[in-house]
């Protein structure tokens, strides 16, 4: 009996001790949102957007003319272009094209290719039909592209 109530006893007091609380140690300050959200980008989400070489927006990647690589008067060949996209909207039809040498981008819309710049490249006609585009240059030669097609 005296096992018992040693045993009761040991109990009893093992019972009523205070709960001992954890001790928790924070090693690292909690983390701010700037710390956390590194965008590759770095861009504005409510500034317009703007175009490689688009002069016309308000962002800060809006190139000047000075910083935009330009396209040496004669230069320029459908030959070297590469098609990348198709897009419709109320309008028609329109190809965008990316040239492989200098990486300029172009639109073929409403029969003529403009540059990064909306200017009209001369002496070029295109025709958007399906998933290609068919130029035709001032010496009546014929450029076809497809899309999907790398070169």
């Known amino acids: 009996m005296a096992n018992n109530t040693a045993f009761l006893?040991?109990?009893?007091?093992?019972?009523?001790?205070?709960?001992?609380?954890a001790q928790v140690q924070v090693s690292t300050p909690a983390a701010t949102v700037e710390q956390m959200y590194?965008?590759?980008?770095?861009?504005?989400?409510?500034?317009?957007?703007?175009?490689?070489?688009?002069?016309?927006?308000?962002?800060k990647t809006a190139r000047t003319e000075s910083s935009a690589?330009?396209?040496?008067?004669?230069?320029?060949?459908?030959?070297?272009?590469?098609?990348?996209?198709?897009?419709?909207?109320?309008?028609?039809?329109?190809?965008?094209?990316?040239?492989?040498a200098t990486g300029l981008l172009y639109t073929l819309r409403a029969g003529h290719l403009f540059d990064s710049k909306k200017k009209i490249m001369p002496g070029i006609s295109g025709v958007v039909k399906g998933k290609q585009v068919i130029f035709l240059t001032e010496d009546k030669k014929v450029h076809q592209l497809n899309l999907r097609e790398r070169e």
């Open 9 to 21: 006893m040991i109990a009893l007091l093992t019972a009523c001790a205070a709960p001992a609380r």
């Open 69 to 100: 690589p330009g396209v040496a008067k004669g230069s320029f060949t459908v030959y070297g272009l590469v098609l990348t996209g198709i897009l419709e909207d109320s309008r028609g039809r329109q190809a965008l094209l990316r040239d492989q």
């Open 38 to 59: 590194r965008p590759v980008n770095q861009r504005d989400p409510l500034v317009p957007a703007t175009v490689y070489g688009d002069q016309k927006g308000t962002g």
